[in-house]
């Protein structure tokens, strides 16, 4: 089983409409992001979380939110879908920068389209 | 803010050449990742670099990591099919996240 999963997987909605973008993880990892990746602006930060009382903007966080339900939970919300959010969106978890590599490991990806 | 920038933004080789992508921060770097991500999949995690001038290599890759902090590369040696995809530099300031770069497109002809 894939140690970061994201759902849906495609998604294709209407401007003006809020909608989820889900993401678990049994890795046991603390810390959890989201990211957007748009053709030739490679993987910008949206919100990040170090644990399960923590939340933090990243980049860009205009637009967005998110919630933290647990160590094994992360989910994104866009509360009014508008064209420009249109991206492929990615999950991803990681330890702390102490570790030996504290690589990060994403999930497979949910794309999103807003007409 | 911090920026990372990668060249070039696309490079097409035939089969058993050399590539190279390099790696240019703005600032001075805690340490540096690099990520494959393989045409319609996610960014899996290939290295990190934290000291300076350090030179890591994996099979046909080599890592390098700038006596500065500023900057890295990933040179493929003799490419294959597989090695097919956008690599991406991550670098990370202390204290901060990581910032990627927007990545380098290899296609490999065969």
């Known amino acids: 089983d894939a140690d970061v999963t994201q759902t849906p997987r495609n998604r294709i909605t209407k401007t003006g409409k809020r909608i989820m973008l889900e993401c678990s993880q049994t890795k046991g990892h603390d810390r959890m992001y989201w990211y957007r990746q748009d053709p030739g602006l490679g993987l910008r930060l949206i919100y990040y979380?170090?644990?399960?009382?923590?939340?933090n903007k990243g980049e860009i966080s205009d637009g967005y939110s998110v919630s933290r339900q647990a160590q094994a939970k992360f989910s994104l919300s866009l509360e009014s879908a508008i064209p420009n959010q249109t991206a492929l969106y990615f999950c991803?978890?990681?330890?702390?920068?102490?570790?030996?590599?504290?690589?990060?490991?994403f999930g497979p990806g949910t794309r999103l389209t807003v007409l | 803010g911090q920026q990372v920038m990668q060249i070039p933004q696309y490079q097409h080789v035939q089969e058993g050449e050399d590539f190279t992508t390099y790696c240019n921060s703005s600032?001075?770097?805690?340490?540096i990742q690099w990520y494959k991500q393989r045409p319609g999949g996610h960014p899996v995690f290939l290295i990190q670099l934290v000291k300076s001038g350090e030179v890591k290599k994996q099979k046909r890759l080599t890592f390098q990591f700038g006596e500065a902090k500023k900057n890295s590369s990933l040179h493929i040696t003799a490419t294959q099919t597989t090695d097919v995809g956008t690599y991406f530099c991550a670098g990370r300031r202390h204290g901060q996240n990581f910032v990627f770069g927007p990545g380098t497109r290899l296609s490999v002809l065969p």
């Open positions: 979380s170090f644990d399960v009382k923590d939340i």
């Open positions: 991803a978890t990681s330890d702390p920068p102490s570790t030996a590599n504290n690589e990060q490991f």
């Open positions: 600032t001075t770097l805690s340490n």
